[in-house]
């Protein structure tokens, strides 16, 4: 599986933007998808993750609420919807798939990624 990030750019405080997370392979149903983002001078966290069907999902606290993540498996794409951006949400965004992997344990980085896509800049500036 290839994962492609995009949907990254330039918003003002408040905006929104939707990150998009394409996957080139087989078999997508059958990977636990995360969004980790990094941002300069820290280390990369997971922000959200989505288990192989959508049914649960996870949050990283500080962006719970204003972050929804989902999945279009028909597509093999995932999808990272940010609202109500600060300037603290800048960061290089990655999505990463496991197979058969536990969104619960991917998003804090327990189990590792089998693949991860190359990132896509959000920067969040007036």
């Known amino acids: 599986v290839q994962l492609q990030a995009s949907g990254g750019g330039l918003v003002q405080p408040g905006g929104k933007l939707r990150l998009s997370c394409a996957a080139f392979?087989?078999?997508?149903?059958?990977?636990?998808i995360s969004w980790f983002r990094q941002a300069p001078g820290k280390q990369r966290e997971g922000v959200a993750s989505?288990?192989?069907?959508?049914?649960?999902?996870m949050y990283e606290n500080s962006v719970e609420g204003r972050f929804t993540i989902s999945r279009d498996n028909s597509k093999n794409t995932v999808f990272l919807q940010m609202n109500s951006l600060t300037p603290e949400d800048t960061a290089v965004y990655y999505c990463a798939a496991k197979y058969l992997g536990n969104y619960l344990m991917l998003i804090k980085l327990w189990e590792s990624p089998d693949y991860w896509g190359q990132g896509t800049l959000v920067t969040v500036s007036s």
């Open positions: 392979g087989s078999n997508f149903k059958d990977y636990t």
């Open positions: 989505i288990d192989n069907d959508g049914a649960r999902t």
